[in-house]
T-cell receptor, first 111, second 112 residues
Framework: QKEVEQDPGPLSVPEGAIVSLNCTYSNSAFQYFMWYRQYSRKGPELLMYTYSSGNKEDGRFTAQVDKSSKYISLFIRDSQPSDSATYLC???????????FGSGTRLQVQP | DGGITQSPKYLFRKEGQNVTLSCEQNLNHDAMYWYRQDPGQGLRLIYYSQIVNDFQKGDIAEGYSVSREKKESFPLTVTSAQKNPTAFYLCASIPAGSYEQYFGPGTRLTVT
């Protein structure tokens, strides 16, 4: 079983829809949670960074963490065609300060 | 213009040759990392370095080597011992006292 599970998709939605992306994890040592957006053949871009259970909002993006259930989510409101990309969850243990990633979810927003 | 640079963007090598991938950052970040990305497998940690002249193996270090002689540079050598070297290689760094990890643009290595 992988330490971090993420549905690979692809996920196809119409423009303007609310998108929900999720990861589950098994290792309680993960204390920091990040979401990255990656366009094809580019480096990942940090979107959201959280470290406690609850919600964090930044513009159209909301990151949600439930440590008791070992479940994290990223919500995208009013999705745009430019949001079409692969979204990666990255979880960090404080010892190595290195990330363990999910496999990524490919999102396609249709105009 | 600050950031993480990786060169070259594309690299082609013959099987049996060692190859070194460059990673430079001018952000004054203390920790640096190398990941490998294969289709459908996300990113996997190869090596990391928290301070100059010190580095640790990640989850898939076999067939790779690194050095950290300067704070701003963390080159990765893919040796002939690496069985499946063709992949997208990503370098990342973190500022001191932080956990936010930032990535470079990546190098796509093809070995035939």
């Amino acid at each position: 079983q992988k330490e971090v599970e993420q549905d690979p998709g692809p996920l196809s939605v119409p423009e303007g829809a609310i998108v929900s992306l999720n990861c589950t994890y098994s290792n309680s040592a993960f204390q920091y949670f990040m979401w990255y957006r990656q366009y094809s053949r580019k480096g990942p871009e940090l979107l959201m960074y959280t470290y406690s259970s609850g919600n964090k909002e930044d513009g159209r993006f909301t990151a949600q963490v439930d440590k008791s259930s070992k479940y994290i989510s990223l919500f995208i409101r009013d999705s745009q065609p430019s949001d079409s990309a692969t979204y990666l969850c990255g979880l960090m243990d404080t010892g190595r300060r290195a990330l363990t990633f999910g496999s990524g979810t490919r999102l396609q927003v249709q105009p | 213009d600050g950031g993480i640079t990786q060169s070259p963007k594309y690299l082609f090598r013959k099987e049996g040759q060692n190859v070194t991938l460059s990673c430079e950052q001018n952000l004054n970040h203390d920790a640096m990392y190398w990941y490998r990305q294969d289709p459908g497998q996300g990113l996997r940690l190869i090596y990391y370095s928290q301070i100059v002249n010190d580095f640790q193996k990640g989850d898939i270090a076999e067939g790779y080597s690194v050095s950290r002689e300067k704070k701003e540079s963390f080159p990765l050598t893919v040796t002939s011992a690496q069985k499946n070297p063709t992949a997208f290689y990503l370098c990342a760094s973190i500022p001191a006292g932080s956990y936010e990890q930032y990535f470079g643009p990546g190098t796509r290595l093809t070995v035939t």
